[in-house]
């Protein structure tokens, strides 16, 4: 097969009341309203649609590692250390539930923050080198 997957276009999330959860993913991280019904909303966020979906109580996207350590399924890049602390303090600033900034033992530093629901979400301070190719292209 010649024929290759491109992108990730669609994430969903589930959530508990699709209102609150648009609200909170609008007013803290800047995410774009498409659409909501009472079953879901749509939001447009770091080149993504996201749906959030009414779930049953207790859902979310986290795992537990093999370790037994709760983790997060989705990696958020920003371009560099001053936008992840910026982020980071934004975030503390708007009131929501974030760890402190982390160093891995890889390139960049990362932090987790959590949604209304406890879904939890990672930001690293590192663009992918295609991402930088294909959006900071040299003049």
């Given amino acids: 097969m010649n024929e290759k997957l491109w992108r990730v276009g669609t994430t969903y999330i589930p959530v508990t009341n699709v209102d609150q959860?648009?609200?909170?993913?609008?007013?803290?991280?800047?995410?774009?309203?498409?659409?909501?019904?009472?079953?879901?909303?749509?939001v447009n966020?770091?080149?993504q649609s996201i749906f959030l979906?009414?779930?049953?109580?207790?859902?979310?996207?986290?795992?537990?590692?093999?370790?037994?350590?709760?983790?997060?399924?989705?990696?958020f890049e920003?371009?560099?250390m001053d936008a992840l602390e910026k982020f980071h303090y934004d975030f503390i600033r708007k009131g929501m539930k974030v760890g402190e900034i982390e160093?891995?033992?890889h390139a960049g530093r990362n932090f987790v923050f959590e949604d209304?629901?406890?879904n939890m979400f990672d930001v690293w301070s590192e663009l992918?080198?295609?991402?930088k190719e294909k959006h900071f292209k040299k003049a």
């Fill in 116 to 118: 209304i629901d406890g």
């Fill in 103 to 105: 160093d891995r033992g």
């Fill in 21 to 42: 959860s648009a609200d909170w993913y609008v007013e803290k991280l800047g995410a774009e309203l498409g659409f909501i019904d009472k079953d879901k909303a749509i």
């Fill in 45 to 47: 966020l770091a080149d």
């Fill in 78 to 80: 920003v371009n560099g």
């Fill in 53 to 75: 979906v009414k779930a049953a109580e207790n859902q979310s996207l986290n795992f537990i590692d093999s370790y037994g350590n709760e983790r997060f399924s989705l990696t």
């Fill in 128 to 131: 992918s080198i295609a991402f």
